[in-house]
């Protein structure tokens, strides 16, 4: 764990993003219901914000699991280490991003 990390403020970050994230994920996506027939474009529209809402929802579904992934390395003393070289996370990191599971020299390797 990185000496310079502040792990009271991390989990206080955590636990409001959890919660953030717990009550969007608790609002329902609207259905289309009955599509008469008129305008296509409106229907088309009415489905690509149905599509949007749903990828919308997988990315926070995701970002759920890290921050609790997060959580649980706080938990287990890990938190601050990068998963995949084992060397520290930059505090400044972990400040913009607490749930960051990456150094930023392995997440740029990770996105290429």
Known sequence: MPPDVDLAAAREALLAERTRLREELGEPIQSPGQMTYGS????????????????????????????????????????????????????????????AQLCIECAGKARR
């Open 40 to 99: 296509q474009a409106a229907a088309a529209t009415f489905v690509f914000e149905q599509q949007r809402d749903l990828a919308l929802r997988d990315h926070e579904k995701n970002q759920l699991a890290q921050v609790d992934a997060a959580l649980a390395a706080l938990d287990g003393g890990t938190y601050g280490t990068c998963r995949s070289c084992g060397k520290p996370i930059a505090p400044a990191r972990l400040e913009a991003i607490p749930w």
